[in-house]
């Protein structure tokens, strides 16, 4: 939760530096509320079940701290964990500065020299308030973003060390990603999932346009990686850049229903099929995945793209759901819904805090694969209502190679 996004909902319009003045009694007390309103939703958010809640403010005072600190060890029962990010390079001042007010809604149509101006005037403010964290009982890391040097202080269990880790690979650095999925494969074109499949023919002409893309874009120390499976080494074959092949970007294992199409699904599995509409984040196929479990698998994969630049991920669907989802701060709840298209590259590029997405789709027809929650997820719905928004594919799974009477597209509803 970012604090500046409820003082936002107090206070539409930023105005000028002036806003954040330590000795301002009533601008001081409505960013306090700013700030409780946002703890409450991290109170909130741990309470219905998840395990880690952020809160994204500068609580440069002991008193704020003390306030934040008692709230959720004291009342909530909870372990706190402050993480001070410290930055003193001038070159990389600046250089964020020029990110700030290119990107961050405050600034928003205000003269850049200007809006440099008010930053530093409101950055000097925070200086003037700032009291060291020197407080012996709290948890704490501290990190130089500039030097990654790490000093860290009291810092036990899983989840904290987890952190620590995690923080050591994120870069303050702009940086461009670049993702797509593999050409059509002969499974996408019959609606199966899973497997090992081939290109089809027109996953090949993906392959072959990508890499003629790709090439004359130049990108500069470009990297490429693929998933280990057949499909991605492929539409990677022709790109000029050093590629590497990763176990953790292979597809999500559907288990036993592995190499099965939707319908299929329903056939013979109705009540899997049923309880994974239901809830397809934590869903796991018998012997096989969940979405979660994607998650966990691509934690060191996400760790590399944080600190990387120019790298292009050719991975699959539900894999490449969930990293750009994560880059672009989705819930965890709206990725397995999230629409990675075929046959299209898919930029990423940081833009102040945030991240900015594009979508270049390369003019080769595919099929689709999206398939949207049904409104009927119950276990005795009908095979009609389960099979409702299966996409659209065809019944042999390369008719332009293999013509026969003409290719005939299978539309199940
Ligand atoms: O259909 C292509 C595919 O990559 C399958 O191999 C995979 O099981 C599926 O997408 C994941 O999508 P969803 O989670 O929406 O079924």
């Known amino acids: 939760m970012r604090v500046s996004d409820y003082r936002r909902k107090k206070l539409e319009l930023y ?27 991290c109170a909130g958010w741990l309470s219905s079940g998840n395990t880690v809640a952020i809160l994204d403010g500068c609580l440069v005072t002991k008193e704020q701290r003390r306030e934040v600190f008692e709230y959720f060890t004291q009342q909530l029962g909870y372990r706190i964990l402050f993480v001070e990010c410290i930055c003193e390079d001038p070159a990389a001042l600046e250089r964020n500065y020029q990110e700030v007010i290119q990107h961050n809604v405050d600034f928003l149509g205000m003269d850049p020299s200007l809006a440099a101006e008010d930053l ?3 950055v000097a403010h ?40 995690y923080l050591g690979s994120v870069t303050a650095k702009p940086h461009t990603l670049y993702f797509s999925r593999h050409g059509e494969s002969e499974y996408n074109v019959i609606g199966k999932i ?5 290109l089809s023919a027109r996953g090949e002409r993906y392959a072959q346009a990508l890499a003629t893309r790709i090439n004359s874009m130049k990108i500069p ?39 099965l199409s939707y319908e299929e699904m329903q056939e013979h599995y109705p009540q899997e099929f049923a309880w994974r509409d239901q809830d397809k984040l934590r869903y796991r196929y018998p012997w096989g995945e969940s979405y979660v479990d994607i998650m966990q698998r691509v934690e060191p994969v996400i760790a590399e793209l944080q600190q990387s630049n120019n790298i292009l991920v050719i991975s ?5 759901r969930c990293l750009i989802g994560y880059f672009m701060d989705k819930k965890p709840e709206e990725l397995p819904y999230m629409e990675v298209p075929l046959h299209t590259i898919i930029r990423v590029s940081s833009c102040g805090f945030n991240y900015r997405i594009e979508f270049i789709k390369l003019p080769i027809e595919c099929v689709n694969t999206t398939r949207n929650k049904p409104v009927n997820c119950s276990a005795n719905r009908t095979d009609n209502d389960a099979l409702r928004t299966v996409p659209a594919h065809y019944d042999i799974p390369d008719p332009w190679r293999n013509p026969g009477n003409g ?3 299978v539309q199940q509803h």
């Open 316 to 320: 699959h669907q539900a894999v490449l």
């Open 15 to 41: 105005g000028t530096h002036e806003f954040f003045r330590p000795d301002h009694a009533a601008n001081s007390a409505l960013r306090l509320l700013a700030t409780r309103d946002a703890m409450q939703d």
């Open 126 to 165: 925070y200086v003037h308030a700032w009291e060291p964290m020197d407080e012996k009982n709290y948890p704490r890391i501290t990190i130089d973003t500039v030097s990654l040097e790490m000093r860290a202080h009291k810092i036990t269990g899983h989840v904290e060390t987890s952190v620590l880790g």
């Open 120 to 122: 530093k005037l409101k």
């Open 194 to 198: 899973g497997g090992d499949a081939v």
């Open 221 to 259: 120390d470009l990297r490429v990686l693929t998933s280990h499976l057949r499909r991605t080494i492929a539409t990677a074959r022709g790109i000029e850049a050093p590629q590497e092949h990763v176990a953790a970007l292979n597809e999500l294992d559907a288990g036993v229903c592995e190499g």
């Open 407 to 409: 290719p005939s597209l």
